[in-house]
């Protein structure tokens, strides 16, 4: 995820017209003035149609129309925002999840009770690395070399990681139980945590494998791209050739906002408007190791 100043006016336009979508359209861009003048060309020298003429009326289907794309497009931005927001706070919630369950079991395991403290020291944020790799559809490597810990290096790396890992932490908390180290009431306040773990899982997962549908967002680039092409038809008579960069300009608005749209839809990627779930996880195990010092 790109950081910035917001208060800068000039590095986001810098970055705006730097950025990887507008390469992709700048050809569009040209092509379409270079349409457009053609448009005007023929209308205006070839055809000579005056002012007078019924095709200056299609310009009030367009304002009808543009009135119903923006509609769509607020729609479409506000739903991909909604999606990136959600992992943000799913991410946010497992960042606390993980801080809590250390602050707890800190205070149920006794300092001497090194083994149990290192275990859960290595497998709380192995539980936020197996899922950040398994977002970004990487296998999760359990090079780990746990000589105390065996049940750490049985993980296999090509089944579920945040399932195994979450597993793992529940089968200790509860041999834990057995043993005597955790009272009842202890029990279902570590398991209550452990569960909020696999649901911000599964969270996370609804959003990656949901995407937004095609026929919707198919909808709309053909409706941008119909619009934009036939702007030029009516608007000559009022615009002249000034249509040659009046239309490139009102398309490069539409097809960013849309383009905008399918970048941050999908926020577990790495483009520079995912999210930095790779720096969250780092960070959880930097805070459970600290909380879980022998």
């Not at 909604?82 to 707890?104: C, F, H, M, P, Y």
């Not at 995912?274 to 010092?293: F, G, S, Y």
């Amino acid at each position: 995820m790109k950081v910035y100043n917001p208060k800068d006016w000039l590095y986001p336009i810098k970055y705006l017209l730097s950025a990887e979508h507008t390469k992709k359209i700048f050809p569009l861009i040209i092509g379409l003035g270079l349409f457009s003048w053609s448009i005007a060309y023929l209308e205006l020298e070839y055809l000579k149609l005056s002012d007078k003429s019924w095709v200056k009326n299609i310009t009030t289907v367009h304002s009808l129309l543009g009135f119903v794309l923006s509609l769509i497009l607020v729609f479409r931005t506000n739903t991909a925002y909604d999606r990136w927001w959600e992992a943000r706070k799913q991410w946010g919630t497992l960042t606390n999840v993980s801080r809590t369950l250390s602050i707890k079991l800190n205070a149920f395991l006794e300092r001497e009770d090194k083994i149990n403290r290192s275990f859960y020291r290595k497998a709380i944020p192995l539980f936020a690395e197996t899922l950040y790799n398994f977002l970004r559809s990487e296998y999760t490597k359990f090079m780990l070399d746990e000589a105390d810990h065996p049940e750490i290096i049985s993980l296999d790396d090509k089944k579920h990681g945040p399932n195994q890992v979450a597993s793992l932490l529940f089968n200790k908390t509860n041999s834990l139980y057995r043993e005597g180290k955790l009272s009842g009431e202890q029990l279902r306040l570590l398991n209550e945590e452990i569960t909020s773990m696999t649901n911000v899982c599964g969270a996370c997962e609804r959003i990656k494998n949901t995407p937004i549908p095609i026929a919707y967002s198919s909808f709309i680039k053909v409706f941008i791209i119909i619009y934009t092409l036939t702007l030029p038809i009516g608007y000559v008579f009022s615009m002249g050739y000034f249509v040659c960069f009046a239309v490139p300009f009102i398309f490069y608005i539409l097809i960013t906002i849309e383009m905008i749209g399918e970048s941050i839809e999908e926020p577990f990627g790495t483009d520079s408007d995912d999210l930095p779930i790779d720096r969250m996880a780092d960070n959880i195990k930097k805070h459970c190791r600290e909380m879980l010092l022998p």
